[in-house]
């Protein structure tokens, strides 16, 4: 089997679940894949076409829908190590955002600065590539370290009492 029809078969794996998918399949008599390949194809050329200010609309859906989406299936798993990543990418998020708002005059002037915003929101949120840690390491932290302290010591202290209050409480409401 090629490379290009098993990507296309873990494609149509993934999307295996999706009913307007199975509705394409039986239509059209092609594989999902086909669907999903060629609806992301539009969507990457209608953002970089930005006919009518579009292409700011798709940008902003992609930086917002595809991390609700793992923010929501993160909500339902047990371990912390997804919510990091997630809230790693949320920091970042806004912080390009206020970045975008203060210089939205300079930045409408470089071509295709949607497509290019597009593929990098992507690129910070797939948790195959783990691009918002890498700007949160890299940019964000050294700049939070210089005017967010962390009271480990009194959080800490805090923790205790609260646990001894718990241990040593008589199980009566007032």
């Not at 902003?60 to 991390?67: D, E, L, T, Y």
Request: glycine fraction near 6%.
């Amino acid at each position: 089997m090629s490379q290009v029809q098993q990507f296309l078969s873990n494609i149509d794996k993934q999307f295996s679940k999706v009913g307007i998918l199975d509705e394409f399949e039986s239509k059209a008599k092609l594989p999902r894949s086909y669907a999903v390949l060629g609806g992301t194809s539009l969507y990457g050329f209608l953002v970089f076409l930005n006919i009518g200010g579009i292409g700011q609309l798709l940008s902003n859906i992609a930086g917002f829908v595809v991390p609700g989406y793992y923010s929501l299936k993160a909500l339902e798993t047990a371990g912390t190590k997804d919510d990091t990543e997630l809230l790693t990418y949320w920091v970042v998020f806004a912080f390009l955002n206020v970045i975008e708002f203060w210089s939205k005059a300079i930045l409408y002037w470089i071509p295709l600065y949607w497509f290019v915003k597009t593929i990098f929101l992507l690129w910070l949120v797939l948790p195959a590539t783990k691009g918002s840690a890498v700007v949160y390491k890299s940019v964000i932290q050294p700049l939070a370290q210089k005017y967010v302290t962390n009271n480990n010591v009194s959080d800490d202290l805090l923790n205790k009492v609260n646990e001894a209050a718990k241990a040593t409480s008589t199980g009566f409401e007032k």
